[in-house]
DNA sequence: TAGATTGTTAATCGATTAACAATC
DNA sequence: TAGATTGTTAATCGATTAACAATC
């Protein structure tokens, strides 16, 4: 595998899917599977899974196709869920709590280390075995446990001060849910997740799907 | 403004985020704006804004730019948010309770009519004006209700049975947060948004940004 | 009018699909 | 070996950027 060739977005964006597919079928006790099968399971072209597997190494066998579990530990390694990353949240509310109690991501790696809120009545709260703790200590709790991934749910004015300042304290990337863009510098890695954008979309598509 | 024209999924994902920003010159009292001025805050180019605006008509007037609240309105037009939604949430856990919580969505027009769970003990409950009940009740509410989206924010095993459910409720829209895709006949939309996945692709930057 | 900026065509770039030789 | 299916090159399609004439 070629560690240095700049990958697509586009084809990052689909790794995850195959993912998930490939643990299915996992669970569901299939040991090969085809790029054509693949393909009519997850409605995409088969000759794009081979182009988009290939962009990291030839992981099929011809006449074979692919082995499911290789096939998923070696996306797995691609996408860095090979290790564990720790994680803080910034903003206990209903969002920030639906992260904590999703069981699934912990399963993946992603370690949350704390909580961060800057209402006092929630100090020391536990959420499903993770601590409140107040905005001010979190510089320090950012450098002393090594954490690598910072979620934002907090309002977007907030939003852009805290990520400016967990981007001082050194974290690599910020999940950001906050509706605004953090304009940090090049080296922090922000990943948005935008439920307006999205909601919009669904509408735009309602909206235009109706006409015809 | 051609209605019939397929506009590219590419640009409808580009049209929220000039809404934003356009907003947010609205707020700060801007009046007109350039092509160019406005890909410098966006970092995109002012070549993109142009032709994606031209999609949907010539919003803009030779020598002076864009009237930021009429483009704004337009923008809000082809969205589809000229209008309102009604809309229910299926799961009244942490992930239901933030988007009832987050009072944008119906400032957006998009109204949150109730909050459909399996769990007994929440029946008649009241989170932030809506009320809680059960599963069984669901098909006539959104019959009865005209209900055309329906937030799905429950375990993906349930996801796929409810959503074939409200498939044949008739709603227009599904808005999956379950990880899962959900394979409906063509005439309903879904819109996902996978978490999971959005942190993979976080994870893969972080693995391959440190490469460098 | 002169200057600014759009709307739009043409050029480039990138992503997807098709095809098939290589090979298990 | 024969059949199946990959890996990979070539062809196509679509999206982005550049350029500039039209026009306010």
Do not use: C
């Not at 595998?1 to 700049?6: F, Y």
């Not at 992603?110 to 009545?121: A, E, L, P, T």
């Not at 934002?152 to 910020?174: F, H």
């Not at 890695?189 to 015809?212: D, G, P, Q």
């Amino acid at each position: 595998m070629d560690n240095n060739k700049i990958i697509s977005s586009a084809v990052i964006r689909r790794l995850p899917r195959y993912y998930r597919y490939l643990g299915e079928l996992i669970e569901g006790g299939i040991q090969r599977i085809s790029s054509n099968e693949l393909s009519s399971k997850m409605k995409v072209t088969a000759s794009q899974i081979r182009q988009d597997l290939n962009n990291f190494g030839g992981f099929g066998q011809q006449g074979y196709g692919y082995n499911v579990k290789s096939l998923y530990d070696e996306i797995g390694k691609i996408l860095g869920i090979d290790r564990t990353h720790n994680m803080v949240i910034i903003g206990a509310g209903n969002l920030g709590q639906a992260i904590i109690n999703y069981k699934d991501f912990e399963k993946r790696g992603f370690i949350i280390k704390g909580v961060f809120d800057n209402d006092m009545r929630l100090e020391g709260k536990i959420i499903s075995g993770v601590s409140v703790m107040m905005i001010d200590k979190m510089t320090d709790f950012i450098k002393e446990n090594n954490i690598e991934i910072v979620a934002l749910t907090i309002p977007k004015k907030s939003a852009r001060e805290l990520g400016k300042i967990v981007a001082d304290a050194g974290v690599k990337a910020i999940w950001n849910f906050a509706h605004t863009d953090l304009n940090l510098p090049d080296d922090v890695i922000v990943e948005n997740v935008h439920l307006s954008e999205s909601l919009m979309r669904l509408s735009y598509t309602i909206a235009n799907m109706s006409k015809e």
